[in-house]
T-cell receptor
Framework: DVKVTQSSRYLVKRTGEKVFLECVQDMDHENMFWYRQDPGLGLRLIYF???????EKGDIPEGYSVSREKKERFSLILESASTNQTSMYLC????????????FGPGTRLLVL | AQSVTQPDIHITVSEGASLELRCNYSYGATPYLFWYVQSPGQGLQLLLKYFSGDTLVQGIKGFEAEFKRSQSSFNLRKPSVHWSDAAEYFCAVLSGYALNFGKGTSLLVTP
């Protein structure tokens, strides 16, 4: 069974703090993704990675960066958190083939005060 | 870019009634389409997906979806809804490596 875990379910941070969200998958998947979910907006892609140290910007990368030093781990970094980054963050992973199923973690609900 | 639209933000059905959730896609060629479900406080779970072949796709939990090219639609159906089906449902289309999601339809099931 594929398992995608995220380091925190809930997180409260202050404006200006550097925030790290960690995601780990245990199925040797090549692709990993970070989405942001907001009410009425659905899920929007922030960044994805198709291999170690490789990354591509998604639809809303501003204010975020990512790191993938190992295949199983994909980190989302908020360099200087702002209140408009309060959201639910979902990580996903998939094999590299076209149309492969994306498996999602449980999400991290981040509140920036 | 490929996109999907879910016209219904909220839908309420009685337990035991049939269900149809609408999804329209925008893409010239045959799209890769998905339906995901998100139960409260949970991540997303894949219900079913369509790439090619038979236009009626069977998924988990008794769900099915039908791809209709003439209507640019990929509607999700279930013949008899259970209270545990109350959740948010997302239609998505493959766009490059990633998925473009609709804004979701929230399903409420009444006794």
């Amino acid at each position: 069974d594929v398992k995608v875990t995220q380091s925190s379910r809930y997180l409260v941070k202050r404006t200006g703090e550097k925030v790290f969200l960690e995601c780990v998958q245990d199925m040797d998947h090549e692709n990993m993704f970070w989405y942001r979910q907001d009410p009425g907006l659905g899920l929007r892609l922030i960044y994805f990675s198709y291999d170690v140290k490789m990354k591509e910007k998604g639809d809303i990368p501003e204010g975020y960066s990512v790191s993938r030093e190992k295949k199983e781990r994909f980190s989302l970094i908020l360099e200087s958190a702002s209140t408009n980054q309060t959201s639910m963050y979902l990580c996903a992973s998939s094999l590299s083939g076209l149309g492969e199923t994306q498996y999602f973690g449980p999400g991290t609900r981040l509140l920036v005060l | 870019a490929q996109s999907v639209t879910q016209p219904d933000i909220h839908i309420t059905v009685s337990e035991g009634a049939s269900l149809e959730l609408r999804c329209n896609y925008s893409y010239g060629a045959t799209p890769y389409l998905f339906w995901y479900v998100q139960s409260p406080g949970q991540g997303l779970q894949l219900l079913l997906k369509y790439f090619s072949g038979d236009t009626l796709v069977q998924g988990i939990k008794g769900f099915e979806a039908e791809f209709k090219r003439s209507q640019s639609s990929f509607n999700l159906r279930k013949p008899s809804v259970h209270w545990s089906d109350a959740a948010e449902y997302f239609c998505a289309v493959l766009s490059g490596y990633a998925l473009n999601f609709g804004k979701g339809t929230s399903l409420l099931v009444t006794p």
